[in-house]
């Protein structure tokens, strides 16, 4: 298969709170493209700045064993970038080792969300309007693919294996019709070798958690070899905030996220909360279950240090230290005792919280807990004597 013959996104994008974009495996790039020439010269925009190798600057478009691909593509709804590398003759065999950088220059289109088949993926944005850069520092992947629907529906075994495959997509989000939704969205950037992931990552109004869907066939296309893949992804705190209801993203702790994989080995994830953004790494990615599910635990941690009495014989006060925020403000407080078939409660905006109505001699079994827009955080125990 030849460079042209490169894997586009095909986007299916619906509408609930935010867009969904689903990310597949699909045919060529469409007719408009537009293949990009050198930076240099009378050509200053809308072009390949560099392409280095292991940090050594390599010539563009192709060297004596390998041969880039770049394009501007600009459907009506939307404007995007595309690259990708390949041997000599387009075969999907690059070395896995090779670290791999390309500058694109994409003009006045803002590089506002990236894509890549790609692991060990950062992304950087620069230059000013009217020429503004984006430069991918990745690696290629394996990719065992050509097995799955656009809705994620995959084939127990794969058709098609890449031993070494890379590409990235740049887009400027135009295919969002809210302007806000949009500029919370920018730096959104998502990297993977499963066959089929959707994106942005989905709100689980169920459960206040990020969900992330990824699929892919459980075997290569002998059969037996078990596909292990790997995801990545950066989200900026405004669009945690905008989209994901995550109302303080700056608490966030690495803790906070949990991974589900249905049965089978736990995949690795390593999660790092910088002072804009939250970057999760996912490998060793099997898909027995053919769904990886990344779920984001925005309640608030448990209040310290909790120390209760009563006051009176029929009033009880817990004091405490406030609870930590884990992406969601701390918004109050609620106390719940329970003795025997009696249930009292109290709230309160900070420490202390008040129980009112005891029953004088009785003990109370009881917790306290902050209350987010994530919902109720963990609990904290105590006795009312």
Request: aromatic share 6%; proline share 6%; with cysteine.
């Amino acid at each position: 298969m030849s460079p042209s013959a490169g894997r586009p996104i095909v986007r299916a994008v619906t509408r609930r709170l935010l867009l969904t974009l689903v990310l597949a495996l699909a045919a060529a790039p469409a007719a408009a493209a537009q293949t990009l020439p050198a930076c240099g010269g009378g050509t200053t925009t809308t072009c390949v700045v560099s392409v280095e190798r292991n940090g050594v600057t390599v010539p563009y478009p192709s060297g004596p064993d390998y041969e880039i691909l770049a394009m501007e593509i600009d459907p009506p709804a939307n404007e995007d970038f595309y690259v990708n590398v390949a041997r000599t003759g387009g075969a999907w065999t690059l070395d896995l080792a090779d670290v791999w950088e390309i500058t694109l220059n994409t003009g006045s289109v803002a590089p506002s969300e990236t894509f890549a088949r790609a692991r060990n993926v950062t992304v950087e944005r620069g230059g000013p309007a009217g020429s503004r850069t984006v430069t991918f520092t990745f690696q290629p992947v394996r990719l065992a693919d050509d097995s799955c629907s656009g809705a994620g529906i995959c084939s127990t075994t794969a058709t098609r294996l890449s031993t070494g495959y890379l590409d990235a997509w740049v887009n400027d989000l135009s295919y969002i019709s809210d302007p806000a939704d949009a500029a919370a969205m920018r730096g959104f950037d998502l990297a993977t070798s499963a066959d089929w992931v959707s994106s942005p990552l989905q709100l689980d109004w169920d459960t206040n958690s990020i969900v992330l869907d990824a699929a892919n066939a459980h075997f290569e296309p002998d059969g037996s070899t078990v596909f292990v893949g790997g995801a990545e992804f950066r989200i900026p705190n405004a669009m945690l905030q905008r989209l994901y209801n995550v109302d303080d993203p700056g608490s966030l702790t690495a803790s906070a996220f949990r991974v589900t994989a249905g049965v089978g080995p736990a995949p690795t994830v390593a999660v790092t909360v910088g002072a804009g953004e939250v970057h999760v790494t996912m490998e060793n990615i099997t898909f027995s279950k053919r769904k990886l599910r990344i779920r984001g635990d925005m309640r608030p941690r448990k209040p310290r240090d909790v120390r209760a009495a009563r006051r009176s014989p029929t009033t009880g006060v817990v004091r405490f230290r406030r609870a930590l925020p884990r992406g969601s403000k701390v918004r109050g407080y609620r106390a719940l005792c329970l003795s025997g078939g009696q249930v009292r409660r109290g709230k309160a905006g900070a420490s202390p919280v008040r129980i009112h109505n005891l029953t004088p001699g009785r003990s109370y079994r009881c917790s306290v807990r902050a209350t987010s827009r994530a919902g109720l955080g963990r609990a904290a125990s105590f006795r009312l004597r």
